[in-house]
Each structure stands twice: as C-alpha cells, then as structure tokens.
C-alpha cells in the first residue's frame, strides 16, 4: 500500500510539520510513516569498532521521543479540531547517513510522497533549507513536499503552477489533477519572463507549441504571463499577491530550486517562501516544488 514517508528529527518545528502531515494524510486517506534515523556510534581502538550498545541506547530513547511527539500532536490536533478518522502511524527507526537513508527509502518502498520540513530562518539559508533536505531533493524519484518551519494546513485549492512552457509542465499538471483531484483544485498557470531578455526564435516558438497543447488538454487551466527582473522573485510575490494555497513548479533542471536557495536570494522572497509556501519536488529529470511532482 502506498504511503507518504515523513523523515523527523526532533528539531523544535517537528511538531508543526507532523501536525500538518498529519491533517493531509487524513484528507487524502493514506498511511503515514515516520522517519527518524540516527548515526551509528564508532569506538576508536586500532581500526573504529561499530559501537553496538550506544546505538542500541540511541535507538531507544529515539522511540520514546517519536511516541511522546506523537501523542502530542494528536492532541493537540483533537484540541483544533476533529480528525474525519485517524490516519495509520508507523514509525521507522534506522542507523545510517540521512541523506542518501531517505532517498534510498523512498525510491525503494512504496512512498506515493516525500514530505520534509525547512528549518526557522534564523539557521541561515543553507541551514534553513536544510543540506538533508537538498540532498533528498536532488536524488529522489518520487514527489516530494518541502515545508516552511510554520508552515499551516490548508486544503491546496488554489494552485499556481511556473511554466517554461515545456512537455513537462503538462506532465505536472497531470500530477497535480491526480494526486491533489480530491480537492478540486483551480490551477493557474504562470509563465515569468525577464524583462529585457532576448529569446532565441526557436526556443520561443517552441514554447508557443507547447502552450497551445497545454490549452488544448487543459481548458480548465487559466495563463497568466509576467515579466519580472527575477524569475523567482517575480513567481513568490504574485503567489504571494494572490493568497495561492500551494506553489508547483515543474522543470528537468534543479535551476529554479538552485536559485531559490541562493544567498543572493532577497530576505523579502525567503520570507515570502518561510511564510506560505511549500515545495513538491521530482528528481528523475523533473521536479516540483505549498507552495510538487510527478509520481
């Protein structure tokens, strides 16, 4: 049975993004498996000995804390309001590196979805994003959601979707009317182009080719095209402008998550993307990123 994997490492915004998956797993009816891995313990004699009690010792406390963290929640959560029936919960305790341990788990198993969590902005950007969670986002097939550290459920019925105006887009599209269907979400989508930038004829006329099939299977999907000086910038202030529930985006290259998590990214954008937004991602040539991916 397909599920949706949900790495935790008990850093103060656990909760929230626990919370949150809780609530979606709940909507969309599917299993929810916690993830929390921890390093294996070394000794160092002549050559380093696997340290099979320490580990053991970490393994524990780690499952009292995913227990008590759970409780928490789900009381939390009855306190706001009623859960329609409660979700299936299991909890997943592995030794190993995390980055290459998630990944690994969810191309391996059946993950219908990848969901993990940015750190506060105070960490720094590298830090915020998390090198984990980019490491995941890089090698991962399947799709996965990235949330802000305050990050608060909402039913994703308003969906802005940034375009290249490539086949992909209408691979994610796809994705988007299968995966998130059972709450009938409008999707506008969004093309940025910079202002001033010349265009190669060929590359233009094939994005005109690939717009009008997206208008032919998608009649339902309203386009909006903007120029803007910065093409992330300019897609987080009109997702922002207009209050969308979620933010897809769906391309072969890692250029518009490079360039999100880019120092050179403005405070005023990161706090757009800290505040609202959400990130789905796919990484077998194609990515998505509450403000998504194919699966």
Request: one cysteine or more.
């Amino acid at each position: 049975m397909s599920h949706i994997l949900v790495p935790i490492d008990f850093v103060p915004t656990s909760a929230n993004a626990l919370r949150y998956c809780i609530n979606l797993a709940d909507d969309v009816g599917k299993e929810l498996v916690l993830l929390h891995i921890i390093y294996p313990e070394f000794e160092m004699l002549d050559l380093p000995v696997f340290s099979l009690q320490s580990t053991r010792e970490k393994v524990s406390v780690a499952r009292e804390k995913l227990q008590s963290l759970v409780d928490q929640t789900l009381m939390q959560i009855q306190v706001d309001h009623d859960l329609k029936s409660m979700p299936i919960l299991r909890a997943d305790i592995e030794v190993g590196t995390p980055g290459p341990m998630i990944s690994g788990m969810a191309d391996r198993d059946e993950v219908e979805l990848l969901i993990m969590g940015m750190r506060d902005k105070h960490y720094g950007v590298e830090q915020w994003f998390g090198g984990v969670t980019k490491y995941a986002m890089t090698r991962t097939s399947k799709a996965m959601m990235v949330l802000p550290h305050n990050a608060e459920y909402r039913k994703p019925k308003r969906i802005l979707f940034a375009s290249d105006f490539t086949k992909n887009d209408r691979e994610g599209i796809r994705w988007i009317k299968d995966k998130m269907g059972i709450f009938s979400p409008a999707i506008d989508l969004i093309h940025i182009h910079a202002i001033g930038e010349t265009v190669d004829a060929g590359v233009y006329s094939e994005q005109l080719n690939q717009l009008d099939k997206i208008r032919s299977e998608f009649d339902d999907v309203q386009l909006i095209d903007k120029g803007a000086e910065d093409l992330t910038q300019g897609i987080l202030e009109y997702a922002e402008s207009f209050n969308y529930d979620l933010l897809a985006v769906f391309s072969p290259k890692r250029s518009w998550w490079d360039r999100l998590t880019h120092q050179s990214i403005s405070k005023k954008s990161l706090n757009k993307v800290h505040g609202r937004s959400l990130y789905l991602n796919k990484a077998d040539g194609v990515h998505f990123q509450q403000n998504l991916s194919s699966a």
